[in-house]
């Protein structure tokens, strides 16, 4: 059960619709339809499958558990969030549809017709996505950090956030690397000026041994 | 608008090098083939970056040969020949070009004004050629022009909105590129990201004289004053969403697959623009340390 946990990025704690917006967001992610390169597809669909699988994995053992408690079972989980919240992230399951879809003018004008107090961190997270799709960066980024804000555990959003800091700090790719495309391009891997004087004093070295220098010293 | 978007030749391969001057050379002499000598002043380097693409995504086999040219008349240099994606270009240039002039009689003042309607006058023919072979891409400007106009003229204005007609325009005209809805989508944001940080690139370079002349810049509110403090911390804000710009551009080019001139490509997306943004950066004394995050930038800055 802990590697399902793992796979969608989120600890075996997270409520419902936490589970359900990571596996949204890395969905997204791996969406194969975004590729070209063949063996980026693949990944991609290999990718979507586990993800699935670990979401109805998650899903279906958090069931089980509630009916052996003897707890009421629904068949939206996102029942469990108090009646108000549930009615909201209905809506969001809509609305990221729409993201998904790429009807971000939909989906800007569903989010916007939102009352005030229904607001929550999700909102401001979709919003930002809307924006990021848009190319909007900057509001992007803001909105992504006002949904850090209200909700400082939720991985989805604090990974949205971290990524966006990361390129504007002048990096390319993820901070964690893994999924990264991270390919400086015609620059040999490792070849900054440490490694230089690193392979300088070797060379020197060997030279040395040989009865030569490259250095007066 | 001029020179944001060109390789970092000291991280470009010699034989890179070569074919990149030969694919800027072919443009040119295109541009004086399929219009007149005087509209060779009209090529610009963000054009080369879009033939680049377009090279990169055709089938089509272009050859490379050895020519004589007005510039460098004893040495004969390597020069692409005739094709498809470089008439294309050459009418697109024409058509940046004449909305440029109509834009500069908008803007400027007296001698300038007067030189850019006599620019409009001679452009005029080449402009009505050009619109006709590339109809769509035509449109796509003079929509542009039309956003912009509205948008200088609005209250409310962020980065982000002050930019969108610029990329939006770049992104769709990257997205004639391709046929494939796939690529075409891919082609989008990449010409998208690109208007984004030639847009924002050009308002800092411009600041100083938009201050001074109250031109509409999105970096300065109106009647403000720009003091040295206020500067520094402008180019420090704009300088994370170039960053964050040119990462998400190299993201979507990750994503396109496209074989040929891919190293040269790479080398502009990668070190050419953010040895622009250094040169841009320098110009206004915000002096960047070590910036490119590459073998050759202790030796060349």
């Known amino acids: 059960m802990e590697k399902f946990y793992k796979l969608l990025g989120i600890d075996e704690n997270a409520t419902d619709s936490q589970v359900k917006a990571a ?158 495309y991270q390919s400086m391009a015609g620059c040999a891997p490792g070849c900054d000026l440490c490694n230089l004087c690193g392979a300088f004093v070797c060379a020197d070295c060997c030279f040395r041994c040989m009865g030569g220098s490259y250095t007066r010293c | 608008m001029f020179g944001y978007v060109r390789p970092f030749i000291p991280e470009l391969k010699v034989c890179e090098n070569e074919i990149y001057r030969a694919i800027y050379c072919g443009l040119c002499k295109q541009l004086g083939r399929s219009y007149s000598q005087l509209s060779r002043l009209m090529l610009r380097y963000d054009i080369v970056f879009l033939v680049l693409f377009s ?10 040969k050895k020519q004589n040219c007005l510039l460098h008349p004893l040495k004969k240099e390597l020069c692409l020949e005739k094709c498809s994606s470089l008439e294309k270009a050459a009418d697109i240039s024409i058509i940046f070009a004449y909305f440029k002039f109509i834009d500069n009689v908008r803007d400027e003042k007296f001698f300038k ?97 938009d201050f001074k002349s109250k031109a509409f810049n999105p970096f300065l509110q109106k009647n403000a004053e720009l003091n040295a403090e206020k500067k520094s911390k402008i180019f420090e804000n704009a300088l994370l969403s170039l960053n964050f710009s040119i990462a998400q551009l190299a993201e979507s080019f990750e994503k396109l697959q496209i074989e040929k001139y891919k190293s040269i490509i790479k080398n502009i997306i990668y070190f050419g623009l953010r040895s622009a943004i250094k040169k841009v950066f320098e110009k206004h004394g915000q002096p960047l340390a070590l910036f490119l995050n590459c073998c050759c930038e202790s030796k060349n800055s």
């Open chain 2, 113 to 209: 004004r007067f030189i850019s309607n006599l620019s409009l006058l001679t452009f005029k023919n080449m402009f009505q050629k050009a619109a006709k072979s590339q109809s769509e891409i035509s449109n796509i400007i003079e929509n542009f022009m039309d956003n912009q106009i509205n948008l200088e003229n609005s209250q409310k204005k962020s980065i982000d909105q002050a930019c969108d007609p610029t990329a939006k325009c770049l992104g769709l005209v990257a997205q004639t590129l391709s046929n494939n809805p796939k690529k075409q989508k891919i082609l989008y944001r990449i010409g998208y990201m690109t208007g984004r940080y030639i847009y924002i690139l050009d308002a800092l370079d411009d600041i100083n004289k």
């Open chain 2, 55 to 64: 090279l990169g995504l055709s089938e089509e086999n272009v050859e490379f």
């Open chain 1, 23 to 180: 596996y949204i967001a890395m969905k997204n992610k791996y969406d194969p339809g975004s590729y070209e390169k063949e063996d980026l597809i693949r990944h991609a669909e290999e990718k979507t499958e586990q993800i699935t699988q670990a979401f109805d994995e998650i899903m279906n053992s958090r069931r089980m558990a509630r009916m052996k408690n003897g707890e009421p079972v629904a068949d939206d989980s996102d029942a469990y969030d108090g009646a108000n919240s549930a009615e909201a992230s209905d809506d969001y399951g809509y609305i990221e549809q729409l993201i998904e879809s790429d009807d971000l003018d939909a989906a800007e004008e569903s989010l916007d017709a939102m009352p005030q107090n229904l607001r929550t961190a999700n909102w401001f997270y979709l919003k930002g996505l809307i924006f990021f799709k848009k190319g909007w960066l900057e509001e992007a980024t803001e909105f992504f950090s006002a949904s850090c804000k209200m909700d400082p555990k939720n991985i989805t959003y604090k990974r949205a956030l971290e990524q966006a800091i990361w390129q504007r700090s002048g990096n390319f790719g993820n901070p964690n690397g893994k999924d990264s």
